[in-house]
């Protein structure tokens, strides 16, 4: 017997979860928001997903995924300068969306502190690039480099929950950007 199918859709129920978790954090967010947001029954969301810890993983998953598709295309521009640009370009619009929740899930969630690792690797591996193919300074500190631009990236986070404007988002990015080494 296959059991009976699910009475929801799944990647729907995802997404609703995401922006529960997004707009509210992970411990704000109760079994009972999220299966009214999702409509399903509490036990449709555990036959589902197990719980709320795994549903979690499962919706922050999915959103870490979409987040990295847009940074690794932006990383994969011909410079290092170019990346980081657009991907800062991209956070503010994305930030200054009026029709998702405010800030970054990713970024202000303490639960997720192994996927900001993973983009601060990531743009620590762009920046190293950067650096053997001569855009960027030989002595430039790729950690050190890396772990400011997640700052900043947070602290843009930061900002658009507390309000900011995309003009306030930019001028944050502007200003990063006036300290990221030009080549020698």
Do not use: N
């Given at each position: 017997?296959?059991g009976?199918?699910?009475?929801f859709?799944r990647?729907?129920?995802?997404q609703?979860?995401?922006e529960?978790?997004?707009?509210?954090?992970?411990?704000?967010t109760?079994?009972s928001?999220?299966?009214?947001?999702?409509?399903?029954?509490?036990p449709?969301l555990?036959?589902a997903?197990?719980?709320?810890?795994?549903?979690?993983e499962e919706?922050?998953?999915t959103?870490?995924?979409?987040?990295c598709e847009?940074?690794?295309?932006?990383?994969?521009?011909?410079?290092?300068r170019?990346?980081?640009?657009r991907?800062?370009?991209?956070t503010?619009?994305v930030?200054?969306?009026?029709t998702?929740?405010?800030?970054?899930?990713?970024l202000?969630?303490?639960?997720?502190?192994?996927?900001?690792?993973?983009v601060?690797?990531?743009l620590?591996d762009?920046?190293?690039?950067?650096?053997?193919?001569g855009?960027?300074p030989?002595?430039?500190?790729a950690?050190?480099?890396?772990?400011?631009l997640v700052?900043?990236?947070?602290?843009?986070?930061?900002?658009?929950?507390d309000g900011?404007t995309l003009?306030d988002?930019t001028a944050i990015?502007?200003?990063?950007?006036?300290?990221?080494?030009s080549?020698?």
């Amino acid at each position: 017997m296959a059991g009976r199918p699910r009475s929801f859709d799944r990647d729907a129920a995802l997404q609703a979860a995401v922006e529960h978790f997004w707009r509210d954090g992970y411990e704000a967010t109760s079994i009972s928001t999220l299966t009214a947001a999702m409509g399903v029954s509490p036990p449709s969301l555990y036959a589902a997903f197990g719980d709320k810890q795994r549903l979690f993983e499962e919706a922050s998953a999915t959103y870490f995924a979409r987040t990295c598709e847009g940074l690794d295309q932006a990383l994969a521009l011909p410079t290092a300068r170019e990346a980081v640009q657009r991907m800062f370009d991209d956070t503010a619009r994305v930030h200054a969306d009026p029709t998702t929740p405010l800030g970054c899930l990713m970024l202000s969630e303490p639960l997720l502190a192994v996927q900001r690792d993973e983009v601060r690797r990531r743009l620590r591996d762009r920046i190293d690039r950067g650096r053997r193919d001569g855009d960027l300074p030989p002595g430039t500190d790729a950690e050190q480099l890396a772990t400011f631009l997640v700052a900043v990236l947070r602290g843009m986070s930061g900002c658009a929950r507390d309000g900011g404007t995309l003009d306030d988002l930019t001028a944050i990015a502007a200003t990063a950007m006036k300290a990221f080494p030009s080549p020698a």
